[in-house]
């Protein structure tokens, strides 16, 4: 053997080794012949023996002590095992006689066992039936304080006693069918608090958004920390594995999830798994109309009589918030249930899978009650039997604006359906067939008889019934309706009160709008063409004229401007914002609202169009008045387009002028002067303008002025409005967040905005139309006074030429109406430059005169100082312009020689051929004079006004 690496001696082996020694030593002795080597060998053992005893003799010494106490302890040793022995022995004797007396009395004993034994067992009974006696009190006392855990667990055990251990006692008959009718019943209540815990519990409205209370969020925050504190964890949570145990000290709602658990684990103690299953799927709806129900009835009560129809609408998306709140809850807690459900059928316990139900049918529930409320508010049952259409799209080709303006054929008639299907037996079967193959049927779930089965009341109206309530509701009602299809991991779009809400929206709601719409810009804009194929329509016939109609005057300042719109304009603008408005509470359907702001913007477009041309066509031919046809030349327009005037008018709408569009008052006057000239140019009749060629009706004229502001102001507003618009597939995350619009298509979009640019120049051609206009007056006017008119008469006529007369009060009858209706910039633009034209006309009008005289002089000079004196008046300038063509007439005072001399001695006033036509005229006027003498004199004209410094003469 080996110990910590030392070998160590078997004693067995060393008895052995020593016995060899003696026997080797005695074999050396009794082997040794020779006496004197067995003395050496005795010597050498005697020796070996002396050094071993005295050996022994240090060690003895040296463990003197412990010897003498193993020694002791040996000797006590030995004496205990000596007495052991002599009581075994003893032990065994005495079983010896008890076993022989034993046998002598064995069926006495037994008797006596078997008689102590059914003691024990009646008392024991005794102690059973005295306990279970008091099963029902300390049931009561349980249930009473909720400890359904322990009561349940009491009922289950006092039963299972009556069934087995105490089933031949007759005395307790009538308190075992007590006790198995409480346990019966005990599910029941324990169902019952279950849905207390589930439905009962979530009820903590908050209608914190009404008037006079705080803010909404502030109040769902402090909700959200309520159900914190009442510690309801998220039910993946709950522990599989973990045993449920109630503790009778304390309050077990104040943990509602281990509340919950001791509920289910206390169903499962009965065996009434299924039983509860079934029991809360069937109360899923009518408990959850129950809180609608209540809810709406304390939100009535919360707000009295504060609810009216401006604040309506928030009442339902209070109620709506409240109720969507409380469902949350709900299906939390049915989770919870569920989680607990799972736990107990992981335990081992077989429950079918059919006896169950999961968050999918409790959110089929939610949503068939949400959905049946939103049916009730937004009024689908009224509204869906007349559903209107709405545009799907809009797609308008690209169009020139003088298109509009251009002689368009006779429209014809369109042909009108005489009979539709929709009501046909076989249409409403197929229609209640779709609406039977729904994936929930709602049914009467706020039926009266159930409300008052649940002690409430009948179900109440927090507002009125509308299509328009949507609005209010469509952005809480799509993020409850995402965190369902979260919860029930579908594909975004396919819960079933997603297919309400969409078929809602696009089938009735969208309908509707667009109906309600197009019926408001109707009655805006009826009989509008009526009336202008028929002026003579009486003021106070019922009819009602959309261009002549204006918005008063509390209308103009709540719309911030100074001059009168068209009613038919703020009316249309009025539903625009609307359908805004639209577009910003339901932006998954931005597009369809826009385009129906597009086709609404076309209609109107095509009737202000339609209107505009019944005002300026003037016969059957669809001839149009001159300055109709000039506004719409491309080179007039172009023309006037260009002038400093118009681009004033641009730079006060926003943009600014340009320093190179600044001109001087010679850049003006040359400007004027084109501006005489092209429209002189274009009126090539010799017979002058007919009536039918002019608007003789002031009142037209302030039709169109209203027009132009109403058109300019709608124009500003949808531009902003466009602007305010960015296309899809451009739009970056930071610009459609920070747009107050959603994203639209980049196509409709576009539209829009050439819709828009079409009612920017319809506005722009009003007020061209009204800058010729006046100037095409002056023409109609002017032109007679030196062709008809009389000016070598012998008599001093004191009066101005008739035409005058009238000119001049057709513009002021002009002013009056257009100072009302055009702001101060575009009235001065209409008549600015007006008496370099007339000047201009009369001026030139010198050559349609035969003679003249002195006294056709001054009847010339009274008519330009009656317009100078009337214009003046207008403009609030002096028109020098008149000044200067009265001195041209005046220069017939003077010999044409003196008139030559003066151009000569002062240079030139007038153009070569005004000259020219004043010399001719002189000469008309003075037939003693030769033809020899009028070349002569337009030769010397001719050489003094085209001498060049250097005395050579151009061509």
């Not at 009820?203 to 909700?223: C, E, I, M």
Request: aromatic share 8%; with cysteine.
């Amino acid at each position: 053997m080996e110990k910590n690496g030392e070998k160590v001696a078997n004693p067995a082996a060393k008895g052995r080794e020593t016995s060899e020694f003696l026997m080797a030593i005695v074999r050396t002795l009794s082997t040794s012949a020779d006496f004197q080597q067995r003395e050496k060998e005795k010597a050498r053992i005697e020796k070996t023996f002396t050094e071993s005893d005295k050996k022994l003799g240090e060690l003895v010494s040296e463990n003197y002590q412990d010897l003498t106490q193993i020694t002791q302890d040996f000797s006590t040793i030995s004496k205990s095992v000596n007495e052991a022995r002599e009581k075994i022995k003893k032990i065994k004797d005495d079983l010896s006689s008890c076993k022989t007396l034993l046998h002598c009395k064995r069926d006495e004993l037994r008797r006596l066992w078997i008689e102590g034994v059914e003691q024990k067992t009646m008392v024991a009974m005794l102690d059973q039936i005295e306990q279970i006696k008091e099963v029902p009190t300390k049931l009561d006392n349980l249930l009473l304080k909720k400890h359904y855990l322990h009561g349940t667990e009491l009922v289950v055990n006092a039963v299972a006693k009556l069934e087995n251990q105490l089933v031949g006692v007759e005395a307790l008959r009538d308190l075992k069918a007590e006790l198995i009718t409480r346990k019966e019943q005990l599910h029941e209540v324990l169902i019952e608090e279950l849905n207390r815990q589930i439905y009962i519990k979530s009820q903590t409205p908050n209608f914190s958004s009404l008037p006079g209370k705080k803010g909404g969020s502030v109040a769902k925050q402090d909700t959200l920390k309520r159900k914190e504190r009442n510690g309801v964890p998220p039910p993946e949570k709950i522990e599989f594995g973990k045993e449920v145990k109630e503790d009778l000290n304390s309050d077990p709602e104040d943990d509602p999830t281990h509340f919950i658990a001791i509920l289910v684990e206390s169903l499962y103690m009965l065996r009434k798994i299924p039983e509860a299953a079934e029991g809360l799927k069937v109360r899923i709806q009518p408990e959850l109309s129950a809180i609608v129900a209540r809810t709406s009835q304390l939100l009535l009560e919360s707000t009295s009589n504060q609810v009216d129809a401006s604040n309506q609408s928030q009442c339902l998306l209070d109620l709506l918030e409240n109720i969507f709140h409380q469902f949350r809850f709900v299906a939390h807690m049915h989770k919870m249930v569920l989680r607990n459900l799972d736990r107990i059928i992981v335990s081992g316990v077989p429950v079918r899978q059919e006896c169950l139900y999961d968050m999918t049918d409790v959110w089929s529930k939610i949503q068939a009650v949400v959905e049946l409320l939103l049916r009730e508010y937004l009024d689908v049952e009224n509204t869906s039997a007349s559903r209107q259409r709405a545009p799907t799209s809009f797609d308008e080709p690209s169009t020139d604006i003088n298109s509009f303006f251009a002689k368009k054929r006779p429209a014809k008639p369109k042909k009108m359906a005489l009979f539709r299907f929709d009501a046909s037996i076989h249409a409403i079967s197929t229609n209640s067939y779709v609406d039977d193959s729904r994936a929930f049927d709602t049914g009467d779930l706020f039926s009266s008889s159930l409300l008052a089965e649940m002690g409430l009341e009948k179900n109440q109206m927090v507002c009125k019934p509308s299509v328009y309530n949507i609005t209010a509701i469509f952005r809480p009602l799509e993020s409850f309706i995402r965190e369902i299809e979260d919860a029930i991991a579908c594909q975004d779009g396919t819960s079933s009160l997603q297919a309400f809400v969409t078929d809602f929206v696009q089938n009735i709601f969208l309908g509707h709008v667009h109906y309600t719409v197009s019926t408001s810009i109707t009655s805006a804009t009826k009989d509008l063409i009526r009336y202008y194929k028929n002026p003579q329509i009486d003021e106070e016939d019922e009819s009602f004229d959309a261009l002549r109609h204006v918005v008063d005057h509390k209308t103009q300042k709540e719309l911030g401007v100074n001059r009168p719109l068209l009613t038919s304009t703020v009316t249309v603008d009025k539903n625009l914002q609307e359908l805004r408005e639209l577009m910003q509470d339901l932006p998954d359907y931005a597009d369809q609202f826009l385009n129906m702001i597009c086709n609404t913007l076309k209609e109107y477009r095509d009737t202000c169009h339609s209107a505009y041309r019944e005002i300026v066509q003037y016969d059957s031919d669809e001839r149009r008045v001159i300055s109709a046809m000039w506004a719409k030349d491309e080179d007039i327009s172009r023309f006037l387009r260009s002038l400093p005037s118009w681009r004033s008018l641009q730079s006060s709408r926003g943009q600014e002028l340009a320093s190179e569009d600044v001109c001087s008052e010679e850049e003006i006057k040359a400007l004027n002067s084109k501006e005489a000239q092209i429209l002189i140019s274009n009126l090539t009749s010799s017979d002058g303008l007919i009536q039918q060629e002019i608007i003789t009706d002031v009142t037209q004229m302030r039709t169109i002025a209203n027009v132009h502001e109403s058109l300019e102001w709608f124009f500003n507003r949808m531009k902003d409005f466009s602007n305010g618009l960015s296309a899809r597939s451009t739009a970056t995350a930071a610009e459609t967040a920070a747009s107050e619009y959603p994203p639209v298509s980049e196509k409709t979009l576009g539209s829009l905005k050439n819709l828009v640019k079409d009612f920017q120049d319809l506005a722009e051609i009003c007020l061209l139309l009204l800058h010729l206009e006046v100037r095409v007056h002056c023409f109609y006017f002017l032109l007679p006074v030196a062709k008809q008119s009389n000016y070598a008469g012998p008599i001093d006529d004191l009066d101005p030429d008739s035409n005058v007369l009238k000119l001049n009060k057709d513009l002021t009858s002009m002013e009056e109406v257009l100072q009302q209706s055009l702001q101060p910039k575009k009235f001065k633009y209409i008549f600015e430059s007006l008496g370099f034209l007339v000047a201009s006309i009369l001026m030139n009008s010198i050559q349609y005169m035969k003679k003249i005289n002195e006294n056709g002089i001054k009847k010339m000079c009274r008519n330009l100082f009656a317009i100078q004196q009337n214009l003046t008046n207008i403009t609030m300038s002096r028109e020098s312009d008149l000044d200067h063509a009265r001195q041209y007439y005046e220069l017939l005072y003077i010999n044409p020689d003196d008139v030559i001399t003066m151009i000569a001695e002062k240079g030139c006033q007038y153009t070569f051929q005004e000259y020219t036509e004043l010399v001719k005229l002189h000469h008309r006027s003075h037939p003693a004079l030769s033809p020899s003498q009028l070349e002569q004199r337009m030769q010397k004209l001719k050489e003094v006004i085209f001498k060049t410094p250097n005395g050579e003469h151009t061509p």
